[in-house]
């Protein structure tokens, strides 16, 4: 079992930042890859970037430039700047955690708002 916990969300005015983090705790050796996703009201849950052992990290066209997934491994944490902000990056922010048997884990989330 992998257990996720996410932190960092909150309100921030447009053009602003925000930095996310997700720690990673149990049986994380089997964690192959590491993710975000994120869920606006009423719409489904996106993928926004991963970082993948022994492969580059990448990310969704929409935050390339301003949003850089990096990873931890002596901490098993996961950080996601959120830069350069739009009302259109407000949504809950899902961590999500990926063995190497391919079960898959998801934090409970954190809630990114952003203000006009």
């Known amino acids: 079992q992998v257990q996720l916990v996410e932190s960092g969300g909150g309100l921030v005015q447009a053009g602003g930042s925000l930095r996310l983090s997700c720690v990673a705790t149990?049986?994380?050796?089997?964690?192959?890859?590491m993710a975000w996703y994120r869920q606006a009201p009423g719409k489904q849950r996106d993928f926004v970037a991963r970082?993948?052992?022994?492969?580059?990290?990448y990310a969704t066209d929409s935050v390339k430039g301003r949003f850089t997934i990096s990873r931890d491994n002596a901490t098993n944490t996961v950080y996601l700047p959120l830069d350069s902000l739009k009302p259109e990056d407000a949504a809950v922010y899902y961590c999500?955690?990926?063995?190497?048997?391919?079960?898959?884990?998801w934090g409970q989330g954190t809630q990114v708002t952003v203000t006009s």
């Open positions: 999500d955690a990926r063995t190497y048997i391919g079960r898959n884990y």
């Open positions: 149990g049986s994380t050796s089997n964690i192959n890859s």
């Open positions: 970082s993948s052992s022994g492969v580059n990290s």
